[in-house]
């Protein structure tokens, strides 16, 4: 009888563990805003402003974020940030993540701006949101076109 009942105990417990794997609404993440911070040596710095979209009829609880950020096919920028929060079901919300440039990737995309087009970019963006808890994180893939800032043009005297 012991046997039994310890084998309907962990059958109960696989049972309720499939169920915390149910299918999931993947999040939209998309790139809000791109600010410059003050940066260190050959590297420069920004906050990327992500906006991440819940479609889900869950909430999400997230515990830290890892991004890398690619233009125009190239690796461009990566950051981390340590910030946690719930997203609730079928909410939005913003994440700033500080992200790194470094020098090789500033030169490599000045030369591709010099011949390219210079009022916008195809980005790619994908990284990890992490779980909090015994939540499983989520790893997200979003792509879009980001507005280059223009440069003032010359007056003539």
């Known amino acids: 009888m012991n046997l039994r009942k310890l084998l309907i105990s962990a059958l109960v417990l696989i049972l309720s563990g499939c169920a915390l794997l149910h299918h999931q609404e993947p999040l939209r993440i998309s790139v809000a805003g791109l600010d410059p911070l003050e940066g ?5 710095r ?4 992500l906006r991440i979209q819940n479609h889900s009829d869950q ?4 515990d830290g974020i890892a991004l890398d950020l690619d233009l125009r096919g190239m690796s461009f920028a990566s950051g981390v940030s340590d910030q946690r929060g719930t997203i609730s079901r079928f909410g939005e919300t913003v ?5 790194t ?20 970019a195809e ?8 779980g909090a808890g015994l939540a499983i994180g989520r790893s997200f ?3 879009g076109e980001i507005t ?10």
Not at 46 to 49: G, I, R, S, T, Y
Not at 59 to 62: L, R, S
Not at 95 to 99: E, Y
Not at 101 to 120: E, M, N, S, W, Y
């Open 123 to 130: 980005y790619q963006l994908h990284g990890r949101l992490g």
């Open 40 to 44: 260190q040596g050959m590297e420069a």
């Open 59 to 62: 909430p999400v609880d997230y």
């Open 141 to 143: 893939n979003s792509t």
């Open 101 to 120: 440039v470094p020098a090789t990737a500033i030169i490599r995309h000045a030369f591709d701006l010099a011949t390219g087009d210079r009022t916008k």
């Open 46 to 49: 920004f906050a990327v402003q």
């Open 148 to 157: 280059l800032p223009t440069l003032p043009s010359e007056e003539v005297r």
């Open 95 to 99: 994440i700033t993540v500080p992200v």
